[in-house]
């Protein structure tokens, strides 16, 4: 299962487009609100969210993403549910993957030190010990993804169903999708 955490001012390109992919892709998916039920995006586009924080199963979790804004950033922040949901999901092998200003979430709990990562430009400062790689639309290091920005959203969805079934998988959607 992949858990995608939405709180009130996420990026809503950064989190709709890699949702979109990841179930093209048959990949079992689940939006979880953090602030409720209904969370509205950054740009005030309201998402009713799959499930509530305190319905995530995390013994079948296979990932846990994290999209960007800054308001979206601050909700998961100030969630300590959250934040131990992204503890476990690292601590037990499994993914864990943000963008824009959602790697700097990472940092914070330490999983991005020592890993090659990137983030939103500017954002950086909140990045800690990871080794960044600028001027990369997206990056994996071992089952740390990190995204840039909503411009790589879609390289950056893609690279999440690369990581769980398999780069022929999101070679099959981006040819659904007609990348050029």
């Not at 092998?93 to 963008?99: D, R």
């Amino acid at each position: 299962m992949v858990y995608m955490l939405l709180g009130t001012g996420f990026e809503e390109t950064e989190a709709i487009a890699p949702l979109d992919l990841l179930r093209r892709a048959g990949i079992e998916v689940l939006t979880v609100g953090i602030n409720g039920k209904t969370v509205y995006g950054g740009h005030n586009i309201g998402v009713e969210a799959d499930i509530l924080l305190s319905q995530m199963d995390l013994t079948d979790l296979e990932m846990i993403v994290i999209p960007g804004g800054l308001g979206g950033v601050a909700s998961i922040r100030a969630s300590k549910e959250a934040m131990a949901a992204l503890q476990f999901a690292w601590e037990n092998g499994k993914f864990v993957a943000a963008i824009c200003a959602g790697p700097t979430v990472l940092a914070d709990l330490g999983i991005t030190n020592g890993k090659k990562a990137t983030c939103y430009p500017g954002c950086e400062g909140g990045m800690k010990q990871a080794l960044m790689q600028e001027n990369a639309a997206c990056v994996q290091d071992g089952t740390v993804i990190t995204g840039t920005s909503a411009g790589c959203a879609i390289p950056f969805g893609l690279s999440l169903i690369a990581a769980l079934k398999g780069q022929q998988a999101a070679d099959a959607v981006a040819s659904q999708i007609v990348i050029r």
